[in-house]
């Protein structure tokens, strides 16, 4: 086993809860970690097809993700602002939180990085939150709106 494949072994093993930190804009971020590509090899530009699946799968993925305190996920909450996959299959995620005081602010951007991490054709995963524009429940999908009786 290479020094490489050693060192992508314990990056993808490692459990490290909670980890984010602070950007010089004050938001939270999850550090982006390497999920795949441990031969070395060059990284090439997803194609059409591979974009629509990977969409369709981190879709999914985000659906898997709760806020703790309201019984419906983060995707149909509208808690997520942007995804962008990059040409190096860098996939950066952009999101808030219901309220700034929620007490798993500093968790929550990990389980999002988390759940993304296992879309197969994803490389790398950022998540940043951010609370401009701040939440609001305009931004809950009908669905959303319909679990929590808000219709």
Known sequence: ???RQRQAEALANSQIPGLTSENDAGTVVAPARDVLDVS????????EAEIERITEDV?????????????TDIYEL???????LEDDRS??????LTAPGCPV??????????????VAGVRRVEVSM?????WTPDRMSDEAR????ML
């Open 105 to 118: 602010a500093g968790e929550m951007p990990v389980w999002v990085q988390e759940a993304c991490e296992v």
């Open 1 to 3: 086993m290479t020094d």
């Open 78 to 84: 509208g808690l997520i602002y942007k995804v962008e």
């Open 146 to 149: 319909l679990e929590l009786n």
């Open 130 to 134: 951010t609370f401009d524009p701040p």
């Open 40 to 47: 070395g090899a060059p990284v090439e530009a997803p194609t």
């Open 91 to 96: 996939l950066n995620v952009t999101m808030t």
């Open 59 to 71: 879709i999914n993925q985000l659906k898997s993700v709760y806020d703790p305190e309201i019984p």
